[in-house]
């Protein structure tokens, strides 16, 4: 059933520690957390998270420990703290897409449980999708693959556009793939597309003097946890230069952004969750098939298309899983 939801302004942060548990029962399982982003940020997804391990039947401070570590975006801290992980002997390891690598060479024993928008088998975290072998597995949401069906739906709200601003952080790995892919796209539809560096908070608020020089018409936002976890940032960007914009994440969207198109990353976390449950109960992770997360969730924001003057086709609207008036 599709969902048409009417939103009203709302707060509130839930503050998540870098360390939790110093004084922790030694009989107790510990599931390490590791994630590029950080707690202020991304504190929902470890709450999805969370949920998927009660789901599987352990609750934090009863029958598992989680071991929280947050690279804050540096990347050059992620290393030193999956190994921080490992040296604490915890039972199995959780890490979201730029952090799967680190975890990787940390480890060859520990099982670890990652969630990653590109193709594992592609990017070697995996020998296949149905038996991963080794101590990875996980979830795929395919996020890079929709990138040309992203730049789609943001033309069908702007067909006279002219050029297409793309912002880009080059330093998540996926990010070459997702470039390629768009160029390809563009080239297709003999759009030119101009991309912008997002490796950082200057970088995306010095975009909005690119977008100017640039006279382009939308911006269509890439993938990562970082632009993800800045999405407050992005959507002021975008009304600020009153241009429209697509974004990966319905979050985005319900925050002002235009569009957004993609897979729910609190869902595939909370997927994450419960596998890591399931190998606490004695489960092998070269034995449990990678999830493919197949819904994907087409997010209108009503409102934020008014103030652009912004007529949505009715066929988007009809086809959209939700529109926020």
């Known amino acids: 059933m599709k969902r048409r939801t009417f939103f009203a302004a709302f707060g509130g942060a839930v503050a998540w520690p870098l360390v939790t548990h110093a004084q922790q029962p030694a009989s107790l399982p510990v599931v390490g957390f590791l994630n590029s982003a950080s707690a202020e940020n991304y504190g929902s997804m470890a709450t999805a998270f969370k949920q998927g391990l009660e789901e599987a039947g352990y609750v934090d401070g009863r029958n598992v420990i989680i071991e929280y570590r947050w690279a804050e975006d540096r990347r050059e801290d992620v290393s030193a703290l999956a190994a921080d992980l490992v040296t604490r002997r915890v039972a199995v390891i959780f890490g979201n897409g730029p952090t799967i690598e680190r975890a990787k060479a940390a480890t060859s024993t520990i ?29 795929s949401i395919l996020s890079i693959e929709l990138a040309a069906k992203r730049l789609e739906l943001l033309l069908n709200l702007v067909p006279q556009a002219k050029l297409i601003a793309v912002l880009l952080n080059s330093d998540f790995g996926p990010a070459a793939h997702f470039r390629a892919d768009i160029e390809t796209a563009a080239r297709f539809l003999k759009l030119p597309v101009q991309f912008l560096p997002a490796n950082n908070e200057l970088d995306i608020d010095g975009a909005s003097t690119e977008l100017a020089q640039a006279h382009a018409d939308a911006l269509l936002v890439g993938p990562g946890p970082f632009l993800d976890s800045r999405r407050e940032q992005l959507v002021a960007l975008a009304a600020k230069n009153a241009i429209p914009a697509g974004y990966e994440t319905r979050a985005t969207a319900l925050a002002g952004g235009l569009m957004s198109y993609g897979a729910s990353v609190q869902e595939g976390y909370r997927q994450a969750g419960i596998y890591a449950g399931r190998i606490l109960r004695g489960e092998k992770p070269a034995d449990l098939p990678v999830l493919q997360l197949s819904k994907y969730e087409l997010v209108i924001n009503q409102r934020t298309a008014k103030t652009l003057g912004i007529t949505v086709p009715p066929a988007l609207l009809i086809g959209a899983d939700e529109v926020i008036e």
């Open 111 to 139: 099982p670890i449980v990652f969630l990653t928008g590109d193709d594992p088998v592609r990017l070697g975290h995996v020998a296949s999708f149905n038996r991963p072998g080794g101590n990875l597995t996980g979830v």
